[in-house]
């Protein structure tokens, strides 16, 4: 798995609470068999006037110039600030590889939904939540100030502004546990084998049934 | 100690509980289909890994299946996208390869993940299901701990069997009293989703639970517990009862003689004790709910079809007032516009929601010697499954749908997302009963109103929205 311990980058915005893993990529785009090329249709409904299809090249698609990611101030941006319940909706992994794809490191929001929260660092997507006075005042010293760089460092949990305010968020210990190193989550499991055989005999004492095969096509 | 049902579930797979805080939890079924799971497939090869158990695992492709008759009758190489043909043809190579049982495209019992889990008997009470999509919950229906998990997930659960996981807060959403005549088990979880809100149960497990969930078919139970992540919530689950146990039995993978008797009595242990402890307890009137349309781009935006699209001059809240003004925008409504008079163009019944047979005969019952109004383009029914389909047209509900002038579909996900060729047009508005109304989620620029069964189909005879309670008076 990635690994992430230090970034620093430019902040865009995400100017809306609810945002849904549709809205993040629209299902045209899971028909892809891989786990690339997604950060071309990234908010892909907002950030193009027209409708987009699968293997379709985007050069020379209509623009909405309106949307943020299209504007030359969050261009290269790599730190996406929005709102409430951010990835509610599907349990698409594609969502955070179309955000890591485009070349997010990390979303700040007040809350996020379950799945895709979980899904963030499966990836090496640092999702962190903030209160909601705190993303406030991101975003207004966003707005104010083009080129506007957070610095967000997980080992010591914190967001650094450009002025040096510094902000703490929580994150489960075994989740920054496994981001810092970048250790993969199967091989963590499979260390415990032994403890699954043995969890699996007690099972099939208490509930047999359950170890019936599905089977018989 | 006393302990919640969702507590039960959690202690009786806890295979591991890390210092770290996280746990490994057990996972007994694994329900797998064609859009979530290639990438799965392909870590596990590239990483050389076996397996852990592959008898546990079923799959069946739903999300790009196509539903005309014309278009299925030659399998996967008759799909006309190419894009949607690789996605199904590479499930049915990955079933292949690793000796996963499928219900291919045509098999009739091949249907919607989350109908055919519970259908076939594969999700029984008291295990632990996942599947890589968000609407597993809805096998909670028969005390089941189900949830939603993503790609990485897929692959960590196809290799370890476990799933990393940490507890979620238990809360109970009580349910009380009766349901009027015409309210129905959408209507419940539309009406609980526009209470407590999308993000209401997020890092909860549900309980459904009150006389309303007990006097409530599984079929019914399952369209709740489908919608609570609607709700922010991972799981939704529903205590063990006699309801419980009639339905799981004589399925096909339902245990039988001895092992059946032993199920039973461990099935019945399945419901929180009495003294258990919710970290949140939230109480609706079940006989104050009314049919209920969703009028914006959040599931969360539900009235009741008497009432009137919502004023967000009269929300404080500046996030949620933008939300609203937004959805407005995007749904070309205005505030105060009566529901009734939302003009439609579509009627979609279908979905994991509402898609069983309970609701095909629901919808048939209302549109029974009746016809679909002129300014309807199209009105289509898409059965959960070949076998709901089947059974549907053993009794005869495909003609009664027909004769209604509704299209009579192949099962499967179909306009629920529109990952196949059926979808909304740029700004028609459609009376849906699948779960999302968000944004494109049904054809680009689509507009979506969630609804039940029910309401659907007097919609689809009316032209718009009306309240079926009125409408079932009028027929009879
Ligand atoms: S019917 Fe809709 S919500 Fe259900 S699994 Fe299919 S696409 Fe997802």
Redesign the pocket.
């Known amino acids: 798995m990635k690994s992430f311990t230090t970034h620093s980058g430019i902040a865009a915005p995400m100017d809306r609470a609810n945002v849904d893993t549709d809205l993040i990529i629209p299902k045209q785009f899971l028909k892809s068999i891989k786990r690339t090329g997604f950060g071309k249709n990234l908010f892909d409904a907002m950030r193009y006037l027209d409708e987009g299809q699968p293997d379709q090249s985007c050069d020379g698609r209509p623009l909405n110039k309106d949307f943020p990611l299209n504007m030359k101030r969050y261009h290269g941006a790599s730190v996406l600030l929005t709102r409430g319940n951010f990835g509610c909706g599907s349990s698409r992994e594609h969502a955070p590889w179309a955000l890591d794809d485009y070349g997010f490191r990390c979303v700040i929001a007040p809350s996020f939904a379950d799945i895709f929260y979980n899904n963030c660092f499966k990836n090496g997507l640092l999702p962190i939540v903030l209160d909601s006075t705190k993303v406030d005042q991101l975003f207004k010293e966003m707005y104010a100030a083009p080129g506007y760089e957070l610095a967000i460092d997980l080992n010591s949990s914190s967001v650094t502004t450009p002025s040096g305010d510094t902000f703490n968020f929580e994150v489960d210990e075994f989740r920054r546990h496994c981001l810092l190193e970048g250790l993969d989550d199967i091989d963590l499991t499979l260390q415990h084998s032994n403890d699954i055989r043995d969890f699996e005999l007690r099972h099939a004492a208490a509930a047999p049934w359950v170890f019936d095969a599905i089977q018989g096509n | 100690m006393a302990k919640t049902l969702y507590d039960k579930l959690w202690d009786s797979h806890l295979v591991k509980q890390r210092d770290d805080g996280s746990a490994l939890i057990y996972i007994d079924r694994h329900i797998i289909h064609e859009v979530t799971s290639p990438q799965a497939f392909e870590g596990l090869r590239m990483a050389r890994r076996e397996p852990w158990r592959l008898d546990t695992n079923i799959a069946t492709p739903?999300?790009n299946v196509p539903t005309t008759v014309a278009e299925r009758a030659s399998g996967v190489a008759g799909i006309e996208d190419i894009v949607s043909r690789t996605q199904v043809t590479t499930l049915d190579d990955n079933c292949e390869e690793f000796g996963i049982m499928e219900y291919a495209i045509n098999d009739k019992r091949q249907g919607?993940?989350?109908v055919i889990g519970p259908e076939s008997g594969a999700c029984l009470p008291g295990m632990t299901v996942v599947c890589g999509?968000s609407?597993t919950a809805t096998n909670g229906a028969v005390g089941a701990l189900a949830h939603g998990i993503g790609t990485s997930e897929v692959e960590h659960v196809l290799a370890t069997q476990c799933l990393v996981s940490m507890k979620m807060k238990n809360m109970l959403v009580k349910v009380n009293g009766e349901l009027g005549e015409g309210v129905t088990s959408k209507d419940v979880i539309l009406a609980i989703v526009g209470k407590i809100g999308t993000a209401g149960g997020s890092g909860y497990a549900i309980e459904f639970g009150g006389q309303v969930m007990r006097d409530m078919s599984i079929e019914g139970r399952m369209t709740v517990c489908n919608m609570a992540i609607e709700a922010g919530a991972r799981a939704g689950i529903v205590a063990v009862d006699q309801t419980t146990i009639d339905y799981v039995q004589g399925r096909d993978f339902t245990p039988t003689g001895k092992l059946w008797d032993q199920a039973v009595v461990f099935w019945q242990g399945l419901h929180s004790d009495d003294a258990a402890k919710f970290d949140l307890v939230v109480e609706l009137d079940g006989s104050s709910i009314e049919p209920q349309v969703s009028w914006g781009t959040s599931p969360e935006m539900v009235v009741p079809v008497s009432g009137r699209v919502p004023d967000p001059a009269a929300v404080s809240d500046p996030v949620k007032k933008e939300g609203m003004e937004r959805a407005l925008v995007y749904m070309g409504l205005t505030a105060g516009q009566a529901i009734s008079d939302i003009k439609l163009d579509k009627v979609f019944i279908g979905?994991?929601?509402n898609s069983r047979i309970e609701d095909m005969r629901a919808a048939a019952q209302v549109v029974k010697g009746q016809k679909k109004a002129d300014s309807i383009s199209l009105a289509m029914v898409v059965p959960g499954s070949g076998l709901v389909k089947a059974q549907a047209e053993a009794e005869g509900l495909d003609k009664v749908f027909i004769d209604a002038g509704l299209e009579w579909r192949e099962p499967g996900?179909s306009m629920?997302?529109a990952m196949n060729a059926d979808k909304l047009g740029n700004g028609e508005h459609c009376a849906s009963t699948?779960?999302?109304n968000f944004e494109g989620r049904q054809g680009y620029g689509g507009r979506t109103h969630l609804v039940s069964p029910a309401m659907a189909a007097a919609a689809a005879i009316a032209g718009h929205f009306i309240d079926v309670r009125e409408f079932v008076g009028d027929a009879s």
């Open positions: 739903d999300h919607i993940v989350h999509d609407h979905s994991c929601t996900c629920c997302l699948s779960n999302r």
